[in-house]
């Protein structure tokens, strides 16, 4: 699946049609690197957490949603195997001490999310896009995250109420929801033959299949120098049995 960057950028590069960040200066080029890192270590997480482990979620909204997008028999396996590879991704990367408890885990990566928000909130200030009047790859990598978390309705919306309260991160989805993704008087915005809520769909699942990179996360994270190889007995909670496991030790 594509991974880095995200199928969103993809998608909205193909509407502008041209090299979006053509006319960016070197040091906006080395701030988009720097944002989408962060993207990806502080909300990336969280917003994992938030479709795959949260179990309300989980059960009221991913699930469904996602095993109708796919033919049986895959419908009833692919989506608790990405509720574990998503659980294993938070606890691999971010489960190290002194976290040693699945609730310390979590309550880290909803403050790292929080802030991550908060940041690209400040960056964003009262501009249409992160470097002025014109969109680029990070405005396509930041709504990609953004839009889902803002858009989909959640039974627990822990972080959908912090991003709620930033509102010109929620005027900057709804600027490209409206300018990309709706229906115009005159026809059909560029955005193609899709409705609001389809491409919505869509935008959800970009953001889910960043789960995959689980699949890929072998040799490398376990044989780092900051997290040697051990046994984690939490790797394999499901959102079902989250909750009563959880303060069980990530170490043995």
């Known amino acids: 699946g594509e991974t880095q960057p995200t199928g969103t950028v993809s998608f909205l590069l ?17 701030d988009t690197l720097a944002y989408i890192a962060l993207l990806e270590e502080k909300l990336l997480p969280a917003v ?6 949260e179990s309300d979620n989980y059960f009221t909204v991913t699930k469904p949603w996602f095993a109708s997008q796919i033919p049986f028999p895959l ?7 990405m509720s574990k590879g998503a659980l294993n991704r938070i606890l ?13 885990v979590e309550a880290q990566i909803y403050r790292d999310a929080k802030e991550c ?9 009262t501009s249409q896009f992160f470097f002025g009047d014109t969109p680029s790859t990070l405005d396509a990598y930041v709504f990609g ?27 900057f989805c709804d600027d490209i929801l409206s300018s990309y993704f709706r229906l ?21 699942q970009l953001v889910n299949k960043e789960s995959n990179l689980i699949e890929k996360m072998d040799d490398n994270l376990r044989q780092s120098p ?15 049995e989250e909750e009563n496991n959880s303060f069980q030790r990530l170490s043995p």
């Open 75 to 81: 419908s009833l396996i692919l989506p608790g195997r």
């Open 92 to 104: 691999l990367t971010r489960g190290q001490p002194p976290l040693y408890h699945l609730r310390e």
């Open 117 to 125: 928000l908060n940041l690209l909130s400040n960056r964003l200030g």
């Open 184 to 204: 115009s008087l005159g026809g059909i915005s560029p955005a193609g033959q899709e409705t609001v809520d389809a491409n919505l769909q869509k935008l959800t």
């Open 14 to 30: 193909k509407i502008i049609k041209y090299n979006a960040d053509y006319e960016l200066s070197a040091k906006q080029g080395a």
């Open 48 to 53: 994992l957490h938030t479709f795959w482990v």
């Open 145 to 171: 995250f953004l839009a889902p978390l803002y858009k989909v309705r959640f039974p627990k919306v822990q972080l959908q109420e912090h991003l709620k309260q930033l509102s010109n991160l929620c005027r």
């Open 226 to 240: 900051q997290l040697p190889p051990r046994k984690l007995p939490t790797l394999k909670l499901t959102p079902a």
